[in-house]
């Protein structure tokens, strides 16, 4: 039991370049979620998967697009990246526990964009 | 808006000189809160969740207890291994999302 994996642990790119996080959880959860960190600005919601076939913006949105490919997998695409967007990327899952959420993070990919 | 703000930023102990981590919110409808252990260079661990004012919680030299303002984290004699960053996290509305403080890092030294 893997739990959440992501793909690449790390990326550099040129400003202007694209790439695909890619994210696969194998704990059966409907929710899917990508987050970037920053110094001194905590974990930021970026989009969501309530469950498959949906998508949601969060907090942080602008410039990424994903896509729920399945129920296992959730992937995040930088279209033309930015410096703004050098930041460390976590994909969660979570199961409704009690009456709450519980999410369980990813290992993360460090991205870095020149 | 829902905020979510640590305190301290940082915090260094000897070992075995127990201390409390403080999260205080601001939220309308408190579905649960969350604490978290992150490691530097990986993802955070789930720790607990709390849902009502009362509420506590333990696991080895951590219990996390919860008003209907704040949660604390109370480490009892830690060690070394206990160093790491704790974040917490609060969900509201449909459950389904979170919010962040950013985050107490502890240190405990020999």
Known sequence: NAGVTQTPKFQVLKTGQSMTLQCAQDMNHNSMYWYRQDPGMGLRLIYYSASEGTTDKGEVPNGYNVSRLNKREFSLRLESAAPSQTSVYFCASSTLTGRAYEQYFGPGTRLTVT | ?110
């Open chain 2, 1 to 110: 808006e829902d905020q979510v703000t640590q305190s301290p930023e940082a915090l260094r102990l000897q070992e075995g000189e127990s201390s409390s981590l403080n999260c205080s919110y601001t939220v309308s409808g408190l579905r649960g809160l969350f604490w978290y252990r992150q490691d530097p260079g990986k993802g955070p661990e789930f720790l607990f969740t709390l849902y009502s004012a009362g509420e506590e919680k333990e696991k080895e030299r951590l219990k996390a207890t919860l008003t209907k303002k704040e949660s604390f984290l109370h480490i009892t004699a830690p060690k070394p291994e206990d160093s790491a960053t704790y974040l917490c996290a609060v969900s509201t509305g449909g459950g389904n999302k979170l919010t962040f403080g950013t985050g107490t890092q502890l240190k405990v030294e020999l």
